[in-house]
């Protein structure tokens, strides 16, 4: 299955993928998505599953039958927008709260076996050499944290831009 995270509005969407196959799921901003308040109730009340229920409480198991996870992103800072950024905090159910070492670091180790593919795109008109580097430091952290198989983090300038390289896969 593969998984699009993304911040666009539904006519940017339609416009980068006119065309999603069955085993595609997408999360997408629907007004509701409740932010993570570290209560870690999904790793000891509803062990895999968030307590709050607003439509995005089974992220980590979601991410547990991803083969590709595709994240679209307007660059803040470096970072993520706050939608994308929510849904990932939300998503720590798909770790386990036990450590492991990686590299002289530790880690979570993760619930499910399965690794899965990350490929990440950031939108903005003005993205600083110095967010670029900061957005890619974070997504190689982030993929040592979920366990990620390979990553990938590419810059567009513009939704069009975006859309003339990746539209329609």
């Given at each position: 299955m593969?998984?699009?995270?993304?911040?666009?509005?539904?006519?940017?969407?339609?416009?980068?993928?006119?065309?999603?196959?069955?085993?595609?799921?997408?999360?997408?901003?629907?007004?509701c998505i409740k932010n993570c308040v570290g209560c870690f109730g999904c790793w000891i009340k509803t062990p895999g599953q968030c307590v709050m229920k607003d439509g995005y409480e089974n992220m980590g198991n979601i991410l547990?039958?991803?083969?590709?996870?595709?994240?679209?992103?307007?660059?803040?800072?470096?970072?993520?927008?706050?939608?994308?950024?929510?849904v990932l905090e939300r998503s720590i159910s798909f770790l386990l709260p036990f450590f492991k070492m990686i590299d002289n670091e530790t880690?979570?180790?993760?619930?499910?076996?399965?690794?899965?593919?990350?490929?990440?795109?950031?939108?903005?008109?003005?993205?600083?050499?110095s967010e670029r580097d900061t957005a890619k430091n974070m997504v190689e952290r982030n993929s040592i944290n979920?366990?990620?198989?390979?990553?990938?983090?590419t810059f567009f300038k513009s939704i069009e831009q975006l859309c003339e390289k990746i539209g329609g896969q």
């Open positions: 593969n998984i699009i995270i993304h911040d666009l509005t539904d006519p940017q969407f339609q416009m980068v993928f006119p065309k999603i196959t069955g085993d595609t799921q997408i999360i997408s901003d629907n007004g547990s039958q991803a083969d590709t996870v595709t994240i679209i992103s307007k660059c803040y800072y470096g970072g993520y927008s706050p939608f994308v950024k929510n880690h979570h180790r993760p619930r499910y076996k399965k690794a899965f593919r990350l490929c990440v795109y950031f939108y903005g008109k003005h993205i600083t050499p979920f366990n990620v198989s390979k990553h990938d983090v």
